[in-house]
């Protein structure tokens, strides 16, 4: 009997024994731990080669909090949950960033128009052909119902800003039509140079090719030969 209970207690006496040394291989210094930009000092135990946190020094170095439920342990780092969160809410496109797609279809009417209306009246000075008003006002029935339909269409700053520039451009071209309506009635002849020459037509061209260079940009440039 004196023998078991002699062997008993060196079992227990190497169970205490073996912790004691297992713990004294490890080596345990005070450290600076810096996490998401915020520091400060903890006790880190290396053992093994690994590094080892106490997790209470981790929750109040990052403001987190830390609790005990049974057998679990959780560690809750509010920076990290704010980062997770912004990551996963979808970022907004830019407002008003330039041309809705309906809008540039519209304004590309427009602009098609005013060109054969602008190509109508070419022609007939370059052939000294008559210029009727009822075809020119054909032509600006239609310009004015895509003008209509573009200010319809606008949605964006850019589309807004571009409907008054397309409306400027209609009536450069609706008072190009009338002034040369009246020079035909009135038997004064106007060449072709008179009509390459002329600051209202120049207006028009200029402005329509600053026009065409907006559509193929998809954003909104503001040209003074379009005011």
Same mark, same amino acid.
């Given at each position: 009997m004196?023998? &078991?209970?002699?062997?008993?207690?060196?079992?227990?006496?190497?169970?205490?024994?073996? %912790?004691?040394?297992?713990?004294?291989?490890?080596?345990?210094?005070s450290?600076?731990?810096?996490?998401?930009?915020?520091s400060?000092?903890?006790?880190?135990?290396?053992?093994?080669?690994?590094? /080892?946190?106490?997790?209470?020094? +981790?929750?109040?170095?990052?403001?987190?909090?830390?609790? @005990?439920?049974?057998n679990?342990?959780?560690?809750?780092? %509010?920076? *990290? =949950?704010?980062r997770? =969160?912004?990551?996963?809410?979808? !970022?907004?496109? %830019?407002?008003?960033s330039? @041309?809705?797609?309906? @809008?540039?279809?519209? !304004?590309?009417?427009?602009?098609?128009?005013?060109?054969?209306?602008?190509?109508?009246?070419?022609?007939?000075?370059?052939?000294? *052909?008559?210029?009727?008003?009822?075809?020119?006002?054909? /032509?600006?029935?239609?310009?004015?119902?895509?003008?209509? +339909?573009?200010?319809?269409?606008?949605?964006?700053? !850019?589309?807004?800003?571009?409907?008054?520039?397309?409306?400027?451009? *209609?009536?450069?071209? &609706? =008072? +190009?039509?009338? &002034?040369?309506?009246?020079?035909?009635?009135?038997?004064?002849?106007?060449? %072709?140079?008179?009509?390459?020459?002329?600051?209202?037509?120049?207006?028009? +061209?200029?402005?329509?090719?600053s026009?065409?260079?907006?559509?193929?940009?998809?954003? *909104?440039?503001?040209? =003074?030969?379009?005011?």
């Amino acid at each position: 009997m004196r023998n &078991k209970s002699w062997c008993g207690w060196l079992i227990l006496l190497a169970l205490l024994i073996v %912790p004691g040394l297992a713990l004294s291989q490890a080596v345990q210094q005070s450290r600076t731990l810096i996490v998401n930009g915020k520091s400060g000092q903890v006790k880190v135990m290396e053992i093994d080669g690994r590094s /080892y946190v106490d997790l209470e020094s +981790l929750a109040r170095i990052t403001n987190g909090t830390l609790g @005990f439920s049974g057998n679990q342990i959780t560690l809750t780092l %509010p920076s *990290f =949950a704010a980062r997770t =969160a912004s990551a996963a809410a979808p !970022s907004s496109p %830019p407002a008003n960033s330039g @041309f809705s797609k309906v @809008f540039l279809g519209a !304004s590309i009417e427009e602009m098609a128009v005013i060109r054969e209306w602008r190509s109508a009246l070419v022609n007939c000075i370059e052939n000294n *052909f008559p210029i009727h008003e009822d075809w020119v006002e054909r /032509y600006r029935g239609q310009a004015s119902s895509s003008l209509g +339909l573009a200010s319809v269409a606008a949605s964006t700053d !850019s589309d807004r800003s571009a409907v008054q520039l397309l409306s400027n451009e *209609f009536d450069n071209m &609706k =008072a +190009l039509s009338v &002034k040369l309506l009246a020079e035909r009635e009135s038997a004064h002849h106007v060449s %072709p140079q008179d009509l390459k020459d002329d600051p209202l037509n120049q207006n028009i +061209l200029i402005c329509a090719r600053s026009l065409a260079s907006m559509a193929v940009g998809g954003q *909104f440039v503001d040209d =003074a030969s379009c005011h």
